[in-house]
């Protein structure tokens, strides 16, 4: 995530020796298997970020977005590999949610209250992180199929969970 501001809570990554693919391939198998999952408010698109410095190339990642969530999904050939990344983040606040912060005193807790942490936020957090991750994982598993290769292990599949919704 580009943005510095992004709360990053998942992030989980793979190498698979011997697979040679397209990202371009690999982003169109991973959007068409989130529309048959029928996701409610999901929002795909693509979005370039750069490798380092200001004068770097740039890599460009799918991104899922769902209410403040944000998945950004890199894939890429790396020597005689293909890497997969994903990292799951929240959205900083809106301007309005901005502008709400900057109250002294008060401005975290009217926040608060016009966005709570509720059981029902969290669930569904934790559900788009999920399905998204399944459908990370389906691509990656018809992928190597395809390729007479072997699935991930149960510990490659598992992301790296960070304080969830931590404030």
Same mark, same amino acid.
């Given at each position: ?68 969530? #944000?998945? +950004? $999904? ?10 997969? @990344?994903?990292?799951?983040? =929240?959205?900083? /606040? ?41 459908? #990370?994982? +389906? $691509? ?10 072997? @699935?991930?292990?149960?510990? =490659?599949?598992? /992301? ?8």
């Amino acid at each position: 995530m580009a943005k510095k501001d992004t709360l990053i809570f998942s992030h989980w990554y793979t190498s698979i020796g011997g697979l040679q693919e397209s990202a371009q391939q690999f982003y169109q198998s991973l959007e068409e298997t989130i529309k048959r999952s029928q996701i409610p408010d999901v929002k795909i698109s693509r979005i370039d970020f750069r490798e380092g410095t200001i004068m770097s190339a740039k890599r460009e990642y799918c991104r899922i977005k769902r209410k403040e969530h #944000v998945f +950004d $999904v890199c894939a890429a050939p790396f020597g005689t590999s293909f890497f997969v @990344s994903w990292w799951l983040g =929240e959205m900083p /606040p809106g301007f309005l949610g901005r502008l709400i912060l900057a109250i002294p005193v008060l401005g975290q807790w009217l926040l608060s209250i016009v966005r709570p942490v509720t059981y029902y936020r969290m669930d569904t957090a934790l559900m788009f992180q999920s399905s998204i991750n399944q459908a #990370v994982q +389906d $691509v990656i598993d018809g992928m190597t199929k395809a390729n007479g290769l072997r @699935s991930l292990t149960e510990m =490659e599949r598992k /992301p790296i969970l960070s304080n969830l919704f931590n404030r």
